[in-house]
């Protein structure tokens, strides 16, 4: 049992957790979409517009105790969700 307050770090990596995982679902579907199995873009993007909405740093969303954990990792991660976000909408059209 863990009792106690979180601190912010401990915070801030679980709540990371959510949006990475959606990054590398994006880019094992994107690697399976190269593949030929072009449905996958379409998850490959879901994936990745999850995980730049959820990286926002506003409220009570991920992005903000990522943001006030470490700024770099936040930078990071919402620059590579942004980046898989933009390929994976090209790659729908």
Known sequence: MIAG??????VGKTSLAGPVTN??????????????QYLFIIVAFINAFLAVFNLIPFG??????VFRWNKIF????FTAAAALTV????GLY
């Not at 307050?5 to 401990?10: C, G, K, L, N, V």
């Not at 390929?87 to 090209?90: E, H, N, P």
């Open 87 to 90: 390929y994976t909408y090209a």
């Open 23 to 36: 990054i590398v679902l994006s880019i094992l579907c994107i690697m399976i979409a190269a593949a030929g």
């Open 5 to 10: 307050s979180a601190t912010r770090e401990t």
């Open 60 to 65: 009570i969303m991920d992005g903000l105790k």
């Open 74 to 77: 936040w930078a990071l991660a």
